[in-house]
């Protein structure tokens, strides 16, 4: 029974241990569970299966927080602010607020 445990408990180990030295792909998130054994969310996958004959529609996105990094590299060319309004007067200075 001694020898059973020792065995189980070394391979084990050694089974952990070499998952550990496995240089996980760049792209690691976006791979699929079942198709490439890597916990990714699968995006690739989506691409090929399911968007494969769609068509690109552009989405806007509106960030209603206390804060955004406008200068990060992927946002800086891609932020859009309301010529229509005076930063920091706390008016709606184009009326489009809805009250």
Do not use: C
């Amino acid at each position: 029974m001694k020898k059973v445990f020792i065995s189980i408990s070394t391979l084990l180990i050694s089974g952990f241990l070499f998952s550990q030295t496995q240089k996980r792909p760049d792209n690691w998130f976006n791979l699929d569970p079942t198709n490439d054994k890597v916990n990714g969310v699968s995006t690739e996958r989506t691409y090929k299966e399911l968007l494969k004959d769609r068509k690109p529609v552009p989405v806007i996105v509106a960030v209603l927080d206390s804060g955004v990094d406008y200068k990060h590299e992927d946002l800086k060319d891609v932020m859009w602010t309301n010529p229509g309004e005076i930063p920091g007067n706390g008016i709606d200075d184009d009326k489009k607020w809805i009250h």
